[in-house]
């Protein structure tokens, strides 16, 4: 809970009017600057809120348009206060500028007339986000591993919930059925449940079942002996047998046949599993992590996945939310895809240019986590300088009004039918992107898009999309 607030104005009468708003709530001090001295003073106080005004704050800002020189002035007080929150007081006129301070590391601003509704929301806003990131640090501390720590951060209360469900569900035994969209990241939270598992030392085996052809998935998950088919020159040992004591992860499990949703029932009730061309049954001890991006459920009650198989695999659920829905959390796997690339690559690019940030929020991102970063590494590659800039950028991803516009809306459109429409002018651009980016090779498409390549074929069928277009 927050107690204590530091109000940094030369207007005494506005710091007056600000601390009479709180109530006597909070213990309120005032400075009418952010000279040195003081705020070393604050070292040895419990100061959790910073109200400061914005000239006051940028008093020794050369340019106000330079957002590091900006950024500069968090780092000072951060560097003595590092857990504070800065609220930063502007009037209506300077909202341009206090966007930029937002973005340099303040937390929230206030405008001048100072309103008690404002005041009070700001407040808390500001109590809501400490008590999330003290839930998060309180996991980070006594749960994630030191190489999880990276993956587990979220501005994003949905992404919470699936961190803790993991924490809960980690060190059990019970199958896990992750859902959601294609690109959502299932693959990252099936390998945090194995790594935080007791059976983190042993084998973590990926299996991408619509990847793997029908006729071959069999032989891949259970095995086969020597000349039980044409071509079985060799004993193979399936992913299960390899498993054997560690974790399975079963990707796009919707998109097996009917005929190894069997096979993979008699392993999950059994434990046991045969080898093609072998009779003699093996037990298996292997945790089933399965992920998909269809409704399984809807499946179940049309008749296309059986039901007992759903049930046995639907024992824990977790679903994963589309990266539209956790817009806040883009910044954060920004940073986390630039430290990757900069370390593959040995260049030190740290910054994006705002006007990529603004059109990355109005974007609805089809392809989720995954398309965010093969954007970010395409434009990694293509930068010269420090900071990632439009112009390494697909341009179609800054005219989002020209795909709107050029969308015929009917008055007598239900709203499920225009964002239907929407969504396929998107999807269109989206694989148009794709497919450039991989100069029309159907199997590099589809596996940057994490689809099948038959999936591929259907949606370019469904948009009249050549890959000779793309060569």
């Not at 399936?238 to 993979?264: C, H, W, Y």
């Amino acid at each position: 809970m927050i107690k204590s607030i530091l109000v940094v104005t030369e207007d005494r009468s506005a710091a007056e009017i600000l601390s009479s708003g709180f109530h006597d709530r909070y213990d309120v001090e005032w400075f009418p600057d952010l000279d040195a001295g003081r705020l070393l003073s604050l070292k040895t106080r419990p100061i959790e809120v910073l109200f400061v005004d914005i000239d006051t704050l940028l008093a020794d800002v050369q340019s106000k348009s330079d957002i590091r020189e900006i950024e500069s002035v968090f780092r000072r007080l951060r560097g003595v206060l590092p857990d504070i929150d800065i609220v930063v007081m502007t009037t209506q006129d300077r909202i341009r500028e206090t966007v930029k301070v937002i973005r340099a590391g303040a937390s929230s601003y206030l405008t001048y007339p100072i309103d008690s509704v404002e005041l009070n929301s700001v407040m808390e806003s500001l109590q809501d986000t400490r008590q999330l990131h003290s839930e998060l640090d309180y996991l980070r501390d006594q749960f994630w591993q030191v190489d999880a720590l990276e993956l587990v951060r979220t501005n994003s209360p949905k992404m919470q919930e699936v961190f803790n469900k993991v924490r809960t569900v980690a060190a059990k035994k019970v199958t896990v059925l992750l859902t959601g969209e294609t690109g959502t990241g299932k693959g990252v939270v099936a390998r945090l449940i194995h790594q935080h598992s007791k059976r983190s030392g042993e084998q973590f085996i990926s299996v991408h079942c619509g990847a793997i052809p029908d006729t071959l998935l069999e032989s891949e998950l259970f095995g086969h002996e020597k000349g039980a088919f044409t071509g079985a020159t060799r004993q193979k040992l399936g992913r299960f047998e390899i498993a054997n004591g560690g974790t399975i992860f079963l990707d796009e499990v919707g998109t097996i046949s009917p005929s190894m949703q069997v096979k993979l029932l008699h392993v999950l009730q059994d434990g046991s599993l045969q080898r093609i061309g072998n009779e003699k049954a093996m037990e298996v001890d292997v945790r089933i992590v399965a992920a998909t991006n269809e409704d399984l459920n809807r499946r179940r009650i049309d008749g296309t996945f059986r039901g007992d198989l759903y049930y046995r695999l639907n024992v824990f659920p977790i679903e994963l939310p589309p990266l539209r829905e956790r817009l806040d959390d883009i910044p954060l796997l920004i940073e986390t895809f630039l430290s990757r690339l900069n370390r593959l690559y040995s260049k030190n690019i740290s910054y994006i240019h705002k006007d990529v940030l603004n059109a990355f929020r109005q974007y609805d991102w089809p392809g989720n986590i995954r398309e965010l970063e093969n954007l970010i590494e395409r434009a990694y590659l293509l930068e010269e300088s420090e900071t990632l800039t439009p112009d390494s950028f697909p341009a179609e991803l800054f005219y989002f009004d020209g795909v709107e516009t050029s969308l015929t809306i009917h008055a007598n459109q239900t709203l499920a039918q225009f964002r239907r429409a929407c969504y396929d002018s998107l999807e269109k651009q989206y694989l148009k992107e794709l497919l450039a980016t991989h100069s029309g090779v159907i199997h590099k498409s589809a596996e940057a898009a994490g689809v099948t390549t038959r999936q591929l074929h259907r949606l370019m069928k469904k948009y009249k999309l050549a890959k000779e277009t793309y060569k």
